[in-house]
């Protein structure tokens, strides 16, 4: 009888402890990762620049790259600078750019990546995704799944608190984004992978359920494990779905139209996520994810970070633009942008301003 199977890309190892960092030298070891500690410390100027004094003396093999910004241009420059250095791995130390920028820099030149984060502001920590800024705006790139992942949460403790519940607005969209999928699925026929799916709800439910906040370290270690497991199902799906509907569409146009102003992926996929819900004529949904969202101090309106109605409601009308041939609650309803302004004047209604 054949043995019915598939390979799943994911971490070889998961660390989601206080005092994680301490022992990255003896993971990449021990995992065989590094065993002659040649690697390539990919560090952000903030978060990561931080914390080189105290990793060095464990790494010293390890040559180290401060790296400005997450774009393209600085993935490739990266990528070019390790080319000569031989080095076992490549580790991304430091907040969402720059562990994005070192997953893109690795793949080009064909080394394993290794993500240790500082905070806990979206779910590209385990993603198979590089998201980077480039002459278009901004762009989402394929990459092979991190090798190995280690948060500190006696770190993540003391990241700005914003950046941590950024991560709190990312997990929770999960459940308008698997609305998305299953909606694409009954009306255009969009096969769904019920494994991918069911790893990213259960992420989502996790973090919207859990009674905790960012002072606490059992919310904090189910915030992260939401994050790798909506990573690991954006890998096992072999695309984003899982993880991004219409409430990743909005974020993208509120990036696109107002590129000087927009907030952290986070709030913006929360606040997303909450108004795609009302618009699936689902009230006590949207109610709990906003409800959830203003306990953990995330926008529920756009006038929340900076955005005023119309500018949200434009926001909406061109979202759908943002993602070409994904089919979510905006590509189904297809309404005009009066239709949309009087969506929002029900909505705020339902949540109360």
């Known amino acids: 009888m054949p043995v019915l199977t598939r390979l799943i890309p994911s971490p070889v190892s998961v660390d989601i402890t206080a005092g994680a960092l301490n022992n990255l030298a003896g993971l990449l070891a021990d995992q065989r990762i590094s065993s002659s500690g040649r690697l390539a410390m990919a560090i952000s100027c903030g978060s990561g620049a931080a914390l080189r004094e105290r990793v060095t003396p464990a790494l010293p093999g390890a040559d180290w790259f401060e790296v400005d910004g997450g774009t393209i241009d600085a993935a490739v420059q990266l990528a070019d600078s390790m080319r000569s250095g031989h080095y076992d791995a490549v580790v991304g130390l430091g907040g969402g750019k720059i562990i994005d920028v070192a997953k893109y820099a690795a793949a080009r030149v064909g080394l394993p990546m290794v993500a240790v984060a500082t905070n806990l502001s979206h779910d590209g920590i385990c993603s198979p995704v590089s998201t980077l800024d480039n002459d278009a705006g901004r762009g989402s790139y394929g990459v092979p799944t991190p090798i190995a992942l280690?948060?500190?949460?006696?770190?993540?403790?003391?990241?700005?608190?914003?950046?941590?519940?950024?991560?709190?607005?990312?997990?929770?969209?999960?459940?308008?984004?698997?609305?998305?999928?299953?909606?694409?699925?009954?009306?255009?026929?969009?096969?769904?992978?019920?494994?991918?799916?069911?790893?990213?709800?259960?992420?989502?439910?996790?973090?919207?359920?859990?009674?905790?906040?960012?002072?606490?370290?059992?919310?904090?270690?189910?915030?992260?494990?939401?994050?790798?497991?909506?990573?690991?199902?954006?890998?096992?799906?072999?695309?984003?779905?899982?993880?991004?509907?219409?409430?990743?569409?909005?974020?993208?146009?509120?990036?696109?139209?107002?590129?000087?102003?927009?907030?952290?992926?986070?709030?913006?996929?929360?606040?997303?996520?909450?108004?795609?819900?009302?618009?699936?004529?689902?009230?006590?949904?949207?109610?709990?994810?906003?409800?959830?969202?203003?306990?953990?101090?995330?926008?529920?309106?756009?006038?929340?970070?900076?955005?005023?109605?119309?500018?949200?409601?434009?926001?909406?009308?061109?979202?759908?633009?943002?993602?070409?041939?994904?089919?979510?609650?905006?590509?189904?309803?297809?309404?005009?942008?009066?239709?949309?302004?009087?969506?929002?004047?029900?909505?705020?209604?339902?949540?109360?301003?």
């Open 150 to 353: 280690v948060i500190d949460l006696d770190v993540i403790r003391h990241a700005p608190v914003r950046y941590v519940r950024s991560g709190i607005g990312d997990a929770v969209s999960n459940l308008s984004a698997i609305a998305d999928w299953e909606l694409s699925h009954r009306e255009t026929g969009e096969q769904i992978d019920g494994l991918a799916a069911a790893m990213a709800r259960q992420a989502g439910e996790a973090v919207l359920r859990h009674p905790g906040d960012c002072a606490d370290d059992a919310f904090l270690t189910v915030l992260a494990e939401a994050l790798v497991l909506s990573g690991i199902a954006m890998s096992i799906a072999g695309h984003t779905r899982p993880s991004s509907g219409a409430c990743h569409e909005i974020s993208h146009a509120l990036d696109l139209l107002y590129p000087k102003r927009s907030a952290p992926h986070g709030e913006q996929v929360g606040l997303g996520a909450a108004f795609a819900m009302h618009l699936r004529g689902e009230p006590d949904h949207c109610g709990l994810i906003a409800e959830v969202l203003r306990r953990h101090g995330l926008p529920v309106l756009p006038d929340d970070i900076g955005f005023s109605a119309d500018e949200f409601v434009t926001a909406v009308a061109f979202a759908p633009r943002t993602r070409p041939g994904r089919y979510t609650i905006l590509e189904h309803l297809d309404l005009t942008t009066d239709q949309i302004r009087d969506q929002y004047a029900d909505y705020v209604k339902t949540i109360g301003s």
